[in-house]
């Protein structure tokens, strides 16, 4: 049976630890077990990953190096699932990424759920939006629709890769909050697992990343009621997404109300 490749790095392209904590969540809820992995030695800069020290139950002291890990999880039903998680390569993407693509085709994977999330000026009570893309090379865009051109981090490299090598890959991408990005969003997860079960077909258990999700709207909420400029900012955001496709909610006008916002916490400090 042909299997589903779902992959998350940590770092630039994981705000909010959103797409790697969509991965950790099905570690969490199936069978999960290890089937390969990807060298860390090869790729990754040991001062920006640090390898960790630490005690296994039997008293030994060994040391753990930041390899991106390749695991078999086992759904109650439908494709399996190869997660592939770890740190975003500090080096050489293009060796690194073909070494990734013949991994998952001698794991029989022929589709590919790339996950990302980036930071935007999107209010926190609000649905966070998700997009989802599917990636063809050479790639398409449709007439009207904007396209970002910027930086990019392996997952775009990598779903690139997969493209190319005839596997179906969709790149999905969260938007979370700029205003509290320093701490894992599970209501950002959330909104990814909710886009990744479109492409699954046993249900993935959300109770407890439910809860959660709610419970981190209600810290931020009160963390904005603590700081009337943060909670004014908020209340536009919220303005120009309930009213979304209006003028006053285009991304020049967004952007402008930032700007506003930030000279005013400039001036009170």
Known sequence: MSRIAITAFSGWND?????????????????????GAIDAEEYIDFQ????EIRTTEEGARVIEWPDITLHLVTPPHGPEIITVLGPEPSVHWKRFCDEVLEQLQELDVTAVLSLGALLADSPHSRPLPVSAQVESVPAQQVPGDEQYTGPIGVPTVLARRTASAGLRTLSIWVQVPHYVSQNSSPKAVL????AVQDEVEAPVPLEELVEDAEAWERGVDEL?????????????????QDAAGLPEASGDAIAKEFEQFLRRRRDTE
């Open 48 to 51: 920006v990953n640090r390898p």
């Open 191 to 194: 909104g990814l697992l909710r």
């Open 15 to 35: 705000a909010g630890e959103a797409a790697t904590g969509v991965v950790e969540h099905l570690h969490e809820v199936w069978p999960t077990r290890p089937v």
């Open 224 to 240: 904005a009621r603590t700081d009337e400029d943060v909670a004014e900012y908020v209340r536009r955001l919220e303005q120009a």
